[in-house]
């Protein structure tokens, strides 16, 4: 019984949570309708805006036409100054001559700086129509959050309707490589592999032969040396030969004496019979 009556205090706490809910819904709603009727309003006011910027760009003579790419082209710079880079420009002949301005946002710019570069350039009717579509475009892209998007390229037609066109692309973190140091380009360039030597230069036939020059070269000292030697022995020789040879008469000479003397009847030829 007490399981019972638990039971349906929970059910009964349930149901008046989700009457709460209920009554709870009108008035959310009604915030939600109200923050779209304002954004709605508020988009109406800029394509108002807008409108009244392009007036500038509202060509329809072709010699109109090509005075404007020249004023675009001349006055790139302006565009830079405002954080847009002229990217390109396109132009169509048929069926309606106009040219199509492609802006890629690079850098956020005050919408300050863009006003006064806006009044500094109200000679200029092409660049003057361009920057003011291009403040326009800043106050739209401010009040609109796109997930995984970012507001990035502008483009403007500029003709017998002009028109400006909005685009959010996705997201893209430019990368920035450091300079190598002469240590790392060092540390990146591979070895130099060595040529394989073959076993055949490694035998005596094959050896690397020395130069004539160096020939040439030792030959003289080689034969200057053998010659010195070669006259130092004739030298020596005969040198030596004379002092011998009186040594050696002279013993002859005494050992015949002496022959004679014991016996002096015998000559060196023999005896006699």
Not at 75 to 83: D, I, K, L, M, P
Not at 87 to 103: A, F, K, N, Q
Not at 240 to 269: C, F, G, Q
Request: with cysteine; aromatic share 4%; charged share 20%.
């Amino acid at each position: 019984m007490k399981r019972f009556v638990t039971k349906v205090q929970n059910l009964s706490q349930k149901a008046a949570e989700i009457q709460q809910a209920i009554q709870s819904i009108p008035p959310r709603i009604a915030e939600i309708r109200e923050s779209v009727s304002i954004t709605a309003g508020q988009l109406q006011q800029l394509r108002a805006n807008v409108q009244t910027s392009v007036a500038d760009l509202r060509v329809d003579n072709p010699d109109r036409v090509v005075e404007a790419l020249q004023e675009i082209n001349d006055n790139a710079a302006v565009f830079e100054e405002a954080g847009y880079v002229l990217s390109g420009v396109d132009m169509e002949l048929s069926p309606v001559e106009r040219l199509i301005v492609h802006l890629d946002k690079f850098e956020d710019v005050p919408h300050s700086a863009v006003r006064a570069l806006i009044t500094a350039n109200q000679n200029h009717k092409t660049v003057h129509g361009l920057l003011s579509s291009l403040l326009q475009a800043e106050a739209v892209a401010d009040r609109v959050a796109l997930n995984a998007l970012t507001y990035r390229t502008l483009i403007i037609n500029v003709g017998p309707i002009p028109s400006v066109r909005l685009c959010w692309r996705a997201g893209e973190e430019v990368e920035t490589q450091e300079p190598l140091t002469v240590s790392q380009a060092t540390a990146a360039i591979p070895p130099a592999i060595s040529a394989p030597t073959s076993a055949f230069t490694q035998s005596s036939f094959f050896e690397a032969r020395t130069r004539p020059t160096e020939l040439s070269s030792q030959i003289p000292a080689s034969t200057t040396s053998l010659s010195t030697t070669a006259s130092s022995a004739e030298t020596h020789h005969t040198s030596s030969a004379p002092e011998s040879e009186p040594a050696t008469v002279t013993d002859w000479k005494l050992e015949a004496l002496e022959r004679l003397k014991k016996n002096p009847h015998v000559s060196k030829y023999g005896s006699r019979r």
